[in-house]
Antibody, heavy 121, light 110 residues
Framework: EVHLVQSGAEVKKPGDSLKISCKAS????????IGWVRQMPGTGLEWMGM????????IYSPSFQGQVTISADKSMATAYLQWTSLEASDSAIYYC??????????????WGQGTLVTVSS | QSALIQPASVSGSPGQSITISCTGS?????????VSWYQQHPGRAPKLMIY???NRPSGVSDRFSGSKSGNTASLIISGLQAEDEANYYC??????????FGGGTSLAVL
């Protein structure tokens, strides 16, 4: 069974850096895209980007390009989402997601439990 | 503003059928059969319910079905049950970004 287990909630100040993680198990980590979806308080879902862990090729949503960095350590079967300078508007729940294989479409069949990030002075 | 437009809320009584619409454009839903639907209960992660317009992943009840006509996709839930009360999000492939979500629809089972 596929499991995506994310790191715990974070409380940060504006300007802080942050790296959250997503530990995968139950499948071949290197050969499935893994990505991140943002959900701001009381709002909908936004796809941020994804990475192919085998060669670390990344694809970003235009809305998040340059704002965050997605990385992966295939030896640890873990994906990461990183900020260098947080803003209050980054406060949200962040879900890691696994992309369904075998289709040109982008669907997510497994989701982590979510990591709540709160940015406040 | 989401690229895919969903009604903010729908409601139905137990046993009834309801339909949630998802309206896109001729650049996304209109030409690609890459529409999916996710269910999200409060405080929980979303769950994939429908993919490729009308296919159900293993384990999803056959009370859930999907369809598409023109630029609009639909999620149909038949035999409504209390446990179906949740938020529902559609998504589609687009040429500019591989996936975009709708704004979400809150389903109330009265």
């Amino acid at each position: 069974e596929v499991h995506l287990v994310q790191s715990g909630a974070e409380v940060k100040k504006p300007g802080d850096s942050l790296k959250i993680s997503c530990k995968a198990s139950g499948y071949s980590f290197s050969t499935s895209y893994i990505g991140w979806v943002r959900q701001m308080p009381g709002t909908g879902l936004e796809w941020m980007g994804m990475i192919w862990p085998d060669d670390s090729q990344t694809i970003y949503s235009p809305s998040f390009q340059g704002q965050v960095t997605i990385s992966a350590d295939k030896s640890m079967a873990t994906a990461y989402l990183q900020w260098t300078s947080l803003e209050a508007s980054d406060s949200a729940i962040y879900y890691c997601v696994r992309r369904v294989k075998g289709t040109d479409a982008v669907y997510f069949d497994s989701w982590g439990q979510g990591t709540l990030v709160t940015v406040s002075s | 503003q989401s690229a895919l437009i969903q009604p903010a809320s729908v409601s139905g009584s137990p046993g009834q059928s309801i339909t949630i619409s998802c309206t896109g454009s001729s650049s996304d839903i209109g030409i690609y059969n890459y529409v999916s639907w996710y269910q999200q209960h409060p405080g929980r992660a979303p769950k994939l319910m429908i993919y490729d317009v009308s296919n159900r992943p293993s384990g999803v009840s056959d009370r859930f079905s999907g369809s598409k006509s023109g630029n609009t996709a639909s999620l149909i839930i038949s035999g409504l049950q209390a446990e179906d009360e949740a938020n529902y999000y559609c998504s589609s492939y687009t040429p500019t970004t591989p996936v975009v979500f709708g704004g979400g629809t809150s389903l109330a089972v009265l």
